[in-house]
T-cell receptor, first 116, second 111 residues
Framework: GAGVSQSPSNKVTEKGKDVELRCDPI?????LYWYRQSLGQGLEFLIY????????KSGLPSDRFSAERTGGSVSTLTIQRTQQEDSAVYLC??????????????FGPGTRLTVT | GNSVTQMEGPVTLSEEAFLTINCTYT??????LFWYVQYPGEGLQLLLK?????DKGSNKGFEATYRKETTSFHLEKGSVQVSDSAVYFC??????????FGSGTQLTVLP
């Protein structure tokens, strides 16, 4: 079946602009995660959605970052007033649920964001 | 908080050599442990996992054993191939349900 998909695959934006990154999780997966992969910081957790519960936003680095998940499926990560340090690969993952520690997270191919 | 410490790379081996990539962790409670692999130009893929102490995860000839007494989850393979060249990430999943990753180890296998 289809895996996690993300769009766009690459995004180049000017400093100060807003960007939106999209994630389509695997059908039937109730949990959705955003991570960031950058040279300086490695792989970092950003935000986690589980069903209709309030998201865990503890990894968001600043209030310029926000995310939504509509209808329990597609998610959008928005970065306002982008800065050069936001340049990274943004990864989305989904899993069957967040309640069991054995549930595997499946990753999408990522969106490479470059802020000039 | 949770943390994962992973062997620094890069690691370069000849084909058919033995591979060990060390991974140790700090966590409260009883986390699950994972190895993910990222092949050149591709996304992260789950390689293997272990969900409780003394469990051994295995896949594609790779193995790792969850050692609670040494808080370790070292990755091993008896005979590496050129196609194993990739970046390997050790990770843990704690009660917060977010993965905490190590810094990654770049492996290059030469023919």
């Amino acid at each position: 079946g289809a895996g996690v998909s993300q769009s766009p695959s690459n995004k180049v934006t000017e400093k100060g602009k807003d960007v939106e990154l999209r994630c389509d999780p695997i059908s039937g997966h109730t949990a959705l995660y955003w991570y960031r992969q950058s040279l300086g910081q490695g792989l970092e957790f950003l935000i986690y959605f589980q069903g209709n519960s309030a998201p865990d936003k503890s990894g968001l680095p600043s209030d310029r970052f926000s995310a939504e998940r509509t209808g329990g499926s597609v998610s959008t990560l928005t970065i306002q007033r982008t800065q050069q340090e936001d340049s990274a690969v943004y990864l989305c993952a989904s899993s069957l649920g967040g309640g069991a520690s054995s549930y595997e997270q499946y990753f999408g191919p990522g969106t490479r964001l470059t802020v000039t | 908080g949770n943390s994962v410490t992973q062997m620094e790379g890069p690691v370069t081996l000849s084909e058919e050599a033995f591979l060990t990539i060390n991974c140790t962790y700090t966590a409260t409670g009883y986390p699950s442990l994972f190895w993910y692999v990222q092949y050149p130009g591709e996304g992260l893929q789950l390689l293997l996992k272990a969900t409780k102490a003394d469990d051994k995860g295995s896949n594609k000839g790779f193995e790792a054993t969850y050692r609670k007494e040494t808080t370790s989850f070292h990755l091993e393979k008896g005979s590496v191939q050129v196609s194993d060249s990739a970046v390997y990430f050790c990770a843990l999943l704690g009660s917060a349900r977010q993965l905490t990753f190590g810094s990654g180890t770049q492996l290059t296998v030469l023919p």
